[in-house]
Each structure stands twice: as C-alpha cells, then as structure tokens.
C-alpha cells in the first residue's frame, strides 16, 4: 500500500527523559516509522513536582512532526518499551505553537512592563453594595 503526502497527520510529541541522550532513541524510531520532524525544541532540565520512576528529576522536550496515523499506534508501544522515556504524550493535530525559545518569550514579556509601575488593583466589593444592587434588582 502506498501512502500519500495527503494521508499524513501532524502530531506533537512532550517527553521526559532521564537523561540528554533519550533523544537519540526517539528521533531514530521516528525515522525508523518514516515521520517527518518539522521542529524540535531545544531539551531542557527540570526538577519533577513528584518523583517518576525513582527520578527526580528530568529532561523535557518535544517535537511536532507529520506521519501516517496507522504508525502511531507502533510509536506509541516503542515509546512504552524505551527505558530512557520517563513520561510522553502523543497529541494529533496539535494548535499552532509559538516556537521561539521559552527564555525568549519571558524576557520579551518582562521587558515590555514598565519599571515601577503597579498593576491596578481589581475592583473590591463589600457585602454591602451587593445587598443594594440586589434589591435593586429585585424591586
């Protein structure tokens, strides 16, 4: 059976890997299923909120690519298997992501607020000036 370029899906692949060279494994099985990476995000290291496998800590990452959907199912038992994967999540037809660097993002992001000035404070309201917009109401 031949596929077609049309018969592809796009797929977004998060992990967590117990060290930099799980990598490797999963770029070679999604070469290995002929998937198309159209972007890979640099991997960083991140302490884990509760331990996973004995881990404490891990390597997070991720990947937007395009394959066949009968392969996934095969990708996903190969990812099951990998000792290195601590965790991974397989999503289809992922939105469109802003791909800049993260550390990009946030210093874009606090260079843009202004030195010294507040955010303003929400409104407050008493229990008060909701008993008279109530029977305000209900008059």
Known sequence: MTHDILDTKEYELGFLLKD?????????????LS?????????RRMTLAYPIKK?????????????MPDV??????ELQLE???????????PPARDT???TDYTTRRVSEK?????????????????????EEILM
């Open 20 to 32: 930099e060279q799980g990598i490797t494994a999963i770029l070679a099985l999604l070469n290995k």
């Open 35 to 43: 998937c198309n990476i159209s972007f890979q995000s640099d991997i």
């Open 114 to 134: 202004k030195q010294g000035e507040e955010q303003p404070a929400a409104d407050t309201v008493t229990n008060e000036d909701l008993e008279k917009k109530l």
């Open 100 to 102: 800049r660097p993260l």
């Open 72 to 77: 996934i199912h095969e990708l996903n038992h």
């Open 55 to 67: 881990e404490t800590g891990a390597f997070f990452g991720f990947l937007l690519f395009s394959g």
């Open 83 to 93: 000792g290195g994967i601590l965790r991974f999540i397989i999503i289809a037809n």
